[in-house]
């Protein structure tokens, strides 16, 4: 561990930055969850047990907090990758990258020890977070407890939330972010230029939930279909984890003029939870198997190029060539009053010939320079 001080030193200059980062996030999403049901409280205090259910524009409590895990969710992967882009900043000069491996490090030492600093700073925030998050929910069901006993209402009961579902939820949005971490870290070992590689780890992420829907699209599949279930499935484990869907709920609110209105109800949910943790914790961990196999096998002479590795740059052009003809294809159904599934298949095939040649050109950006120098 002695051996590697200088080394954790280098690597949380960046960190602390963006840990600094995630510790402002975590207290605001506090604070805004503590002053919420503050505000929910006041309005039972005020106008009776109904208008909890009604207050803050129809949302429950109990929603207030999976509502916010979106918003934590969203703003810790920007942090991620934020992270990964300021890590490998000294990585990705030619000079420093060279003076780096003249160190008595090895490559996979090095990996290691940049993916250690980074799990373990968000890590640390994390934790502050959800023991804020776990002490917010003891605080809200202490105060509403006395409520919940004497009242006759059936609303009131779906207040609650659970703190084993709040649990599970903290989980999946951890596992959920080392994920992303991982991911966008993975794709700074293949792509040479660091925001290049966020933004190919970016269309790769989300290339199957485009590819699956498009199909359903040329498929013209239905709600039967088991390509339009196999579609919402994915879209289902792909998307952010937690999500509110709106519902007419007729209530008669009785306030201080005595004036009936009805209001529409806000439901916040997790939907395939237990799925979810298993697909982000397959994720995290095949990212880290390839990180640790691309880490010790990154060539200096190979920098320039783009994509160094010549397996990827493969599949990096059969992707975008597929998602390439199939966008084509999307935008001619989408502007197309009277579609001609003649014309949307030629439409994928120019399209896909266009991507061809786009993608040829960015995989072989870097390449046309060792060749000249080899003349």
């Known amino acids: 561990m002695k051996r590697l001080k200088a080394l954790i030193k280098m690597e ?26 503050q505000n929910a409280w006041r309005g039972f205090l005020t106008n009776g047990i109904k208008s909890i259910s009604l207050y803050d524009g129809g949302i429950r409590v109990a929603d ?55 799990i373990g700073t968000f890590t640390v925030t994390y934790i502050f977070y959800a023991v804020g998050m776990l002490a917010l929910h003891m605080s809200y069901l202490n105060k509403f407890s006395e409520v919940y006993e004497v009242t006759v209402f059936s609303e009131v009961y779906h207040q609650i939330f659970d703190r084993g579902e709040l649990i599970q939820g903290l989980i999946l949005v951890y596992i959920g972010c080392i994920a992303i971490y991982l991911f966008c870290m993975m794709f700074q070992y293949l ?5 290049g590689g966020i933004i190919v780890a970016a269309l790769v992420y989300i290339s199957p939930l485009f590819i699956i829907n498009s199909i359903c699209g040329y498929m013209n ?59 982000y914790g397959i994720i995290a961990l095949l990212s880290l198997m390839f990180i640790l196999k691309l880490c010790v096998v990154e060539r200096i002479e190979k920098s320039d190029y783009f994509i160094p590795s010549k397996c990827f740059r493969r599949i990096f052009v059969c992707g975008v060539t597929v998602c390439g003809g199939l966008l084509l294809g999307d935008i001619y159904f989408i502007y197309s009053n009277e579609t001609n599934m003649w014309i949307a298949y030629g439409l994928l095939i120019l399209g896909g010939l266009i991507s061809f040649l786009i993608a040829k050109k960015i995989a072989s950006i870097g390449m046309k320079k060792e060749k000249e120098v080899r003349i």
């Not at 949380?12 to 049901?37: H, T």
């Open 191 to 195: 792509v040479s230029n660091r925001l």
């Open 12 to 37: 949380l200059r960046p960190a602390l930055l963006i840990g600094a980062y995630f510790l402002l996030v975590d207290l605001w999403i506090l604070l805004s969850i503590q002053g919420r049901i």
């Open 64 to 118: 207030i907090f999976v509502e916010n895990m979106i918003y934590i969710m969203l703003l810790s992967i920007i942090g991620m990758i934020a992270l990964v882009y300021s890590s490998f900043k000294n990585d990705k000069s030619i000079e420093i990258g060279r003076f780096l491996k003249s160190l008595p490090y090895t490559m996979r030492e090095r990996c290691l020890t940049k993916m250690g600093v980074g």
């Open 221 to 279: 599949a239905r709600y039967e279909n088991i390509i339009y279930k196999l579609a919402e499935w994915v879209n289902e484990l792909m998307i952010i984890p937690a999500y509110l869907s709106w519902g007419e709920v007729g209530i008669n609110v009785n306030t201080a003029t005595t004036i009936s209105r009805d209001t529409i109800e806000q439901y916040a949910y997790i939907n395939l939870m237990g799925y979810k943790i298993i697909f």
